[in-house]
């Protein structure tokens, strides 16, 4: 069964630090890739995604996800945090061809102010 | 609608009892989604849905749970005879169905079994 695997459950962060949330998956596949986040009081939302072409995706808010197929990962990235990117991140994978994405178990990042 | 709406937000009850959670994707999408998210535990897939009929519905845990949909859009989760293990968020998501767009998912309907 496939399975993604984000490694830092709990992240806290001065604000202006770097980044980098790991994520790994199982499926040896084609496959397709998302982050969501879901901040305090809201829905899950889409960060960004990759199914094709450059592997290098950028997304909203000045974040950033490197997919490298030989390493299974999908690593999210972010060169200076924000108190404002508290939030909740999961990782999800489709495998291709598949309409239902398996999520991880989600990475709680507190950034102090 | 403009996004995904789910009924109620909240729900307490006891258990044993049977409830039912309602979600209305956002018009168009002939894709729908419940997830569970417990706490600690990420998404825990629960059924999937394409127009009205389920074609994976391998994520229920257990007879007790059953969803439909229909008119291809509002869809009801049930869960008879419910248990303390049940208490989750149980999530609701939409896509225009094409495997590889984006989820947008509802607020989430909080469920405390007593």
């Known amino acids: 069964a496939q399975s993604v695997s984000q490694h830092n459950h709990h992240v806290i962060l001065s604000e202006a630090a770097s980044l980098e949330l790991g994520c790994n998956y199982s499926?040896?596949?084609?496959?397709?890739l998302f982050w969501y986040v879901q901040y305090p009081g809201q829905h899950l939302q889409l960060l960004l995604k990759y199914f094709s072409g450059d592997p290098l995706v950028k997304g909203i808010k000045g974040f950033e996800a490197e997919f490298i197929k030989s390493k299974f990962s999908f690593n999210l990235r972010k060169p200076s945090v924000q108190w404002s990117d508290t939030a909740e991140y999961f990782c999800a994978v489709n495998k291709g061809g598949s309409y239902i994405p398996t999520f991880g178990r989600g990475t709680s990042l507190i950034v102090h102010p | 609608g403009a996004g995904v709406s789910q009924s109620p937000s909240n729900k307490v009850t006891e258990k044993g009892k049977d409830v039912e959670l309602r979600c209305d994707p956002i018009s168009g999408h002939t894709a729908l989604y419940w997830y569970r998210q417990s706490l600690g535990q990420g998404l825990e897939f629960l059924i999937y849905?394409?127009?009205?009929?389920?074609?994976?519905k391998s994520g229920l845990p257990s007879d007790r749970f059953s969803a439909e949909r229909t008119g291809g859009s509002v869809s009801t989760l049930t869960i008879q005879r419910t248990q303390q293990e049940d208490s989750a968020v149980y999530l609701c998501a939409s896509s225009s169905g094409q495997g590889s767009e984006k989820l947008f998912f509802g607020s989430g309907t909080q469920l405390s079994v007593l």
């Open positions: 499926y040896g596949g084609t496959v397709n």
């Open positions: 849905f394409q127009g009205n009929s389920a074609p994976d």
